[in-house]
């Protein structure tokens, strides 16, 4: 099992889609532990995208379960800027606005008493 890791926009996703020919490669050379493949090798293997998967779990997990703010979310995915992060998590955030409001509500009750 082989992982892929880089920041954003570096081209893990297109490799995926290359070896599990999604994508046609014009150009280049693929090599695995430093062996150049040919296009008959990497069709053959077996491509999943499970880390892609596990990426987009973890970020669900710190924003829904954890109400992790947006730029620290950013930071571990390695979004070099916070709008690719919110853009594609935004959907999450409603119900951390709620959350945030429940314990502004608990906080002034605290007080009160």
Same mark, same amino acid.
């Given at each position: 099992?082989?992982?892929?890791?880089?920041?954003?926009?570096?081209?893990?996703?297109?490799?995926?889609?290359?070896?599990?020919?999604?994508?046609?490669?014009?150009?280049?050379?693929?090599?695995?532990?430093?062996?150049?493949?040919?296009?008959?090798?990497?069709?053959?293997?077996?491509?999943?995208?499970?880390?892609? &998967?596990?990426?987009?779990?973890? +970020?669900?997990? #710190?924003?829904?379960?954890?109400? %992790?703010?947006? *730029?620290?979310?950013?930071?571990?995915?390695?979004?070099?800027?916070?709008?690719?992060?919110?853009?594609?998590?935004?959907?999450?955030?409603? &119900?951390?606005?709620?959350?945030? +409001?429940?314990? #502004?509500?608990?906080?002034?009750? %605290?007080?009160? *008493?």
């Amino acid at each position: 099992m082989y992982g892929l890791v880089g920041r954003n926009g570096v081209g893990k996703t297109t490799l995926l889609n290359i070896l599990s020919n999604y994508d046609k490669n014009y150009t280049g050379v693929i090599s695995i532990d430093g062996e150049k493949m040919n296009k008959v090798d990497y069709l053959d293997m077996p491509v999943a995208y499970a880390m892609d &998967d596990l990426r987009h779990s973890h +970020a669900s997990l #710190l924003i829904s379960k954890l109400g %992790a703010q947006p *730029n620290l979310v950013a930071d571990r995915l390695g979004h070099e800027k916070i709008q690719t992060t919110l853009s594609t998590y935004s959907h999450l955030y409603p &119900d951390q606005s709620r959350k945030l +409001a429940d314990q #502004l509500e608990k906080l002034a009750e %605290a007080d009160e *008493n």
